[in-house]
């Protein structure tokens, strides 16, 4: 049974910095690249990165520069490291892989004030 559990959700300021942890099991979660999605209030879900099996990291044009995504093979876990972060980025991140099926992760809240 595939499960993705993410932890390190919280509220911050703007211009702090906050990361997210996502924990795979159930699933060879190392071969496979790892999304990071946000869904913002009153908005669709948005792709936001993607950390590949080699460590190489994607990002989307909004976080561009302030988030980074990284990987421990050890640990079966991604991470998305979230630097200066704006009021805008509020929202509920997901991680996501797929293997033959899509699976997510139960969601990490983040709430930046101003």
């Known amino acids: 049974q595939v499960q993705l559990v993410e932890s390190g959700g919280g509220l911050v300021q703007a211009g702090g910095s906050l990361r997210l942890s996502c924990v795979g099991s159930?699933?060879?979660?190392?071969?496979?690249?790892i999304d990071w999605y946000r869904q913002r209030p009153g908005n669709e879900r948005e792709w936001v990165a993607t950390?590949?099996?080699?460590?190489?990291?994607r990002y989307s044009e909004a976080v561009e520069g302030r988030f980074t995504v990284d990987r421990e093979i050890r640990r079966n876990t991604a991470y998305l490291e979230m630097n200066g972060l704006k009021v805008e980025d509020t929202a509920t991140y997901y991680c996501?892989?797929?293997?033959?099926?899509?699976?997510w992760g139960q969601g990490a809240q983040v709430i930046v004030s101003s």
């Open positions: 996501h892989v797929w293997d033959f099926g899509d699976y």
């Open positions: 159930g699933i060879h979660f190392n071969i496979k690249p």
């Open positions: 950390v590949n099996p080699n460590y190489s990291g």
